[in-house]
């Protein structure tokens, strides 16, 4: 009965002071070795005294290895239902099935140290695949006073801030985003990033043709890019042709017209509005002095603003014949017989009317008129603009295309979606990286209707 009791004693000094241990190491209270060495000492076993010098190499194989990646990510690697019983039994009670795991999990940690300890190999990048800064054309110079220049300002896919305006020495361009000193522009390239005041980044760079007209100064409503380039092809304006315009408006209709016939080709533009002839002419002049700047070659002067009624302008069409005609008015019906006998046979004349009831009063016009003109189309132009960008994470990096047999319990960060070299970060391989397409939330609405009609031999 005392021999029993004793091992009863010993084994229990041995045990629970261990599993104290333990527990109080899994919360974070117990990290000192010389305390843990002196809680092994209180077994009253036969061999507790030849272990007195090995304490400390005891008591640390007694618990728990975590390989350093997961102590690097903050998490502790799982351990399995054996590994959580090992731990509260004696070292001389486990078998060698408990033994031979643990080896395992210490040639694992070896291994993760090795790796993390490696220096990533170097990327070797073709030179092919780098692509120069910019590249120099022989007809475009560097930005200089006196042009008109577009500014812009996107932020999260989104354009926050767009301006055209002209470059002028000793002026500002201002916005809610910073300020930058024209002379700070004046000498860049276009398509130049340049930071503002307030350290954001905006692209300065020369506008297209279609992006003058929607933002240069207006007087009416202008055609919209769309609608003009429709009605270039219906009316098949190319180059040499002599093209009749009646409303110039603003004038973006006469510089569309004007790039389609050339040096070779005239246009000529009435208006009855003063104030409208006037707009037409400045937007026009303003356009081919910015383009002679930046060509450093004239744009050619073949449009001839008239201010006058077309009804009642029989000497200025005398002696002339058009290839086509396009008609930009309230009341386009009554202006047809005056044209008619200068258009060319087979020839069309575009109307752009902004309502249907404007498209029903020519069609009635044209049939009591009897004319010989025969409506071929009536048509809308409608744009639906999209928004089709990269998938990115809140962190600013890609998001990673996702196999079928994705396992969601899987090491987020065992995968990298992006590659670096030194400070260069390198695109992620291509058909990695997923899209998210939508439509536009703004979308234009209606501008206008077109109306082709040709001129047919009765």
Known sequence: MTVSLHLGFSFMTRIFPKAYVICLRRHNMVCNKPFLCAMRLFGTGPNDSDREDSSSDASASAFPQFSRRASLFGRRR?????ERVSQLLPEDTLSQEVWALRDTIKSQVEQ?????????????????????????????????????????????????????????????????????????????????????????????????????TLFMKRGPAIAYPKDASAMLTMMDVTEGDCVLESGSGSGAMSLFLSRAVGYKGSVLSVEIREDHHRCAVLNYQRWRSSWSLRRGEEWPDNVHFHHGDLISAGPLLAGRGFHSVALDMVNPHLVLPAVVPHLHPGSVCAVYQAN?????????????????????????????????????????????????????????????????????????????VPYIARPHPEQTGHTAFLIKLRKILK
């Open 78 to 82: 799982p351990l399995s239902p054996l």
């Open 112 to 212: 993760d140290v090795q790796s993390l300890g490696k220096e990533p190999e170097a990327i070797e990048v073709p030179r092919e695949s780098i692509a120069p800064s910019q590249v120099c054309v022989p007809w475009e110079k560097p930005i200089c006073f006196g042009e008109t220049l577009l500014a812009e300002f996107s932020r999260k896919r989104c354009l926050k801030f767009q301006k055209m305006f002209q470059l002028k020495e000793g002026l500002k361009l201002s916005s809610n985003w910073g300020i930058i000193p024209h002379n700070d522009i004046k000498g860049r390239h276009a398509g130049s990033i340049i930071h503002t005041s307030k350290g954001m980044q905006f692209l300065i760079r020369r506008p297209g043709l279609d992006e003058f």
């Open 356 to 432: 249907i009831t404007q498209v029903i009063d020519l069609m009635e016009g044209l049939r009591c008129s009897a004319l010989p003109l025969v409506c071929e189309r009536i048509v809308e132009v409608q744009y639906r603009d999209w928004l089709v960008g990269p998938s990115y994470k809140k962190d600013g990096t890609f998001n990673k295309r996702k196999s079928p047999d994705y396992d969601d319990n899987a090491d987020d960060e065992s995968e990298s979606n992006e590659v670096t070299k030194g400070d260069m970060k390198l695109p992620v391989p291509f058909g990695d």
